[in-house]
């Protein structure tokens, strides 16, 4: 059967980050995309130049009507800007039992706009993070999550996952893509054990959309795989793919999307 999967999210017109790049991802790892916004961006590949959030009774109403009718597989969360959107969204999570949640804390653009306000970090780390299956935080969302030092080195990667997992997720996949090296470590922690996930490092601006992309990959791949952890290794090699493809494509003069369709277009 294929899966259905819901994305909440805000709207990047450009088309690398957010909702649309996440329907992109959904339909090219073999899931029927779904997508509720929950907020508007003035957005191209050289940052953000405005936000506009999504009227709170209107993103529920999104949420109801869709679940009043489609059978959801997944969920993954991505950006949701203010704390009163936070809590409507976990709100409309709880009342319809979600429990294949996949949450990235979209705080900061690529560009360095900040998306999230601070009351609304915490709101998300107490309301959506404790429902989550997975989290995918980078490496200063994990920092703002933890309100801790800079993680600079891998086993301080080791143990933020574990303080992360700590909030309440059931599993944690903390990328390590902003740290040196020939390689992207991402750490992954079930709360028993950690699991290491490389990739080479791609030298490329092309950048712009990474974090929703794998996010939106494993809420594509979680319904596909009994294991998890196969469907977060899936994702990450999806992505590694995507953005070693990403050249083919010629969208803007800043950081450019990774190429999602990239095993499906004809070079």
């Not at 959904?26 to 003035?42: D, E, P």
């Not at 953000?48 to 999104?62: D, H, L, N, R």
């Not at 991505?78 to 949640?101: D, F, K, N, W």
Request: charged share 15%; proline share 5%.
């Amino acid at each position: 059967m294929i899966p259905n999967v819901l994305s909440i999210a805000g709207v990047d017109p450009s088309g690398g980050a957010g909702l649309l790049a996440d329907l992109k991802a959904f339909s090219a790892l073999g899931a029927y995309g779904t997508g509720v916004v929950a907020a508007l961006t003035a957005q191209n590949t050289r940052g953000v130049t405005g936000v506009q959030a999504v009227p709170v009774e209107f993103i529920a109403q999104q949420i109801d009507t869709l679940f009043a009718d489609v059978r959801i597989d997944a969920v993954k969360i991505g950006m949701l800007g203010t704390a009163e959107i936070v809590a409507t969204v976990a709100a409309a999570l709880r009342r319809h039992h979600v429990s294949r949640l996949v949450v990235d804390p979209v705080m900061v653009s690529k560009s360095g706009h900040h998306l999230l306000s601070p009351d609304a970090v915490e709101a998300l780390r107490t309301e959506i993070i404790p429902l989550a299956e997975i989290i995918t935080p980078n490496l200063p969302e994990a920092e703002v999550l933890l309100t801790r030092a800079p993680i600079r080195t891998l086993a301080d990667m080791r143990t933020a996952a574990r303080a992360l997992h700590a909030l309440g997720p059931r599993i944690v996949v903390l990328k390590g893509g902003h740290l040196d090296g020939a390689e992207s470590i991402d750490v992954i922690d079930n709360g028993i054990m950690q699991t290491e996930l490389h990739s080479p490092r791609i030298t490329t601006k092309n950048t712009h959309g990474t974090g929703c992309t794998l996010s939106a990959a494993i809420a594509a791949l979680l319904p596909q795989h009994t294991d998890p952890l196969n469907a977060i290794r899936a994702a990450k090699a999806y992505l590694t793919s995507a953005i070693a493809a990403s050249d083919q494509l010629a969208v803007g003069s800043g950081h450019g999307p990774v190429h999602h369709f990239h095993n499906l277009w004809k070079k």
